[in-house]
């Protein structure tokens, strides 16, 4: 039940900074979005991008000092978490988004292709999880 809570005030607080992002700064808190502006541009906005992204960061390595269920292993060989991580910026681009950015605050504000988009994600991520758990299993990356 605890982790039911922390996933509950994880979202809470991912909700309220994506809402004090768009009313204080205008902008979506997509962060593809927020990480191409700042590598394009560090400074552009005063440094708004890399604080937010900062935050992101740090209190994720906060959550895995204080936490004990909090988790940074990975679960797969190094390379396959790069390739995968290439993979998805470049599912970002090709979407528009990422999901923080469609999920969050695309439906939040109704736009239906941040809904069609977002079913995709969810969609794609229940496929990878039966494929990983009931098809690949043997000699995978248990």
Known sequence: MEHAWSALLGGVLIGLAAALHLFAQGRIAGISGLLGESLRAPLADGGVRLSFLG???????AAA?????ATT???APL???VVGGLLVGFGTRRGNGCTSGHGVCG????????IV???IFM?????TVFLTHHVFTS???R
Do not use: E
């Open 55 to 61: 935050g992101l960061v740090s209190v994720g390595i």
């Open 123 to 127: 969609a794609t991520a229940a496929l």
């Open 139 to 141: 000699g995978g990356f």
């Open 65 to 69: 000092l204080v936490l004990d269920h």
């Open 73 to 75: 292993n990975a679960v």
């Open 107 to 114: 439906i939040a504000r109704f736009s239906r292709r941040s």
């Open 79 to 81: 390379g396959v978490v």
């Open 117 to 119: 988009a977002t079913g």
